[in-house]
């Protein structure tokens, strides 16, 4: 994690640089980071969204095969956990499902996720999100649809899709994640504040979930600068994905903490069920989403497309 007690040396260089970093960052952002991380900061340079180039993928970009993150169609995570809402602790349920639909964006094919996520017994979020996977082995996201409930009805639908209303995909998952390497764009979407960043925060971790107990996980740490002082910690298990998501920091609203509770490769039923659910939600974007979603071709029921 990023700490303050490595900022507690003495002065002279090191002390000078320093004095330079905190004029470039602001005391502000100086807090949250460690002298490593600034160091490296200030020597690269960051760009606010990823070079997303199509001509990276081919017609494999739906086989979803990296280490950190697969998302093999029909495979669904269930995960538990826990959420602040006006002081109080709320039960927390997140179902995430990968489909079996594609859909074409940016020029690239991508595999279609659909996410429930329930506080207490209420749905209050569902979305459709696009991954796909380029040639070197990197996972991006290339959009999202989500749908924001209060009382059974939708309050928000902030989507954003790569290339619309200046949207740029960003970063799920590097082919090869690093301790020291710079953080990354996981997707660009000025329009509705969408500017969440990942960085390497810890390697070769144990964890342990009601699901099995994970060794050599890796901990990304994500930002995002509408949110100062929030960051979010997602624990990776190799060949499995994220096991455990938590927190830190006094800018963490939501304070959520979840849990990987189940693991299951769906029957033809029960992913027939979670397609509906996916084009359900779409057919609603195409409605809704008149500035951005309605620009999108439709997803597509390709079953034996790559890694499906």
Known sequence: MRTLARLAGGFGVAGLFLAGVLMAFGI???CSMSVDAIAHQSLTSVNEFEDFDSKNFDDSSTHIDNKWFPLKPGTRFTYKGFTSEDGKRVSHRVVFTVTDLTKVIGGVRAVVAHDSDYSGRELVEAEIA??????????????????????????????????????????????EPRIGASSYSQGWAPAVSFMDRGVVDQVGQKSCVPLDCYEDVLVIDETNKQEPGAHQF???????????VGYTGEG??????????????LGPRAL?????????????????????YVHTPPAEHTPGAKGQ
Request: aromatic share 10%; charged share 30%; hydrophobic share 40%.
């Open 28 to 30: 502000a952002q100086l």
């Open 130 to 175: 696009f991954f796909a996977q380029d040639n070197d082995g990197t996972v991006w996201q290339l959009g999202e649809y989500p749908e924001e409930y209060e009382n059974g009805k939708i309050v928000g639908t902030p989507a954003w899709i790569h290339g619309i209303q200046d949207a740029r995909a960003g970063i799920s998952m590097k082919a």
């Open 234 to 244: 997602k624990y990776y298990a190799r060949g499995v994905g994220i096991v455990r």
């Open 252 to 265: 963490e609203k939501t304070k959520e903490t979840l849990e990987l509770v189940k693991v299951e490769q």
């Open 272 to 292: 027939a069920a979670a397609r509906a659910a996916a084009l359900k939600l779409e057919t609603r974007a195409y409605k809704i989403s008149k500035k951005v």
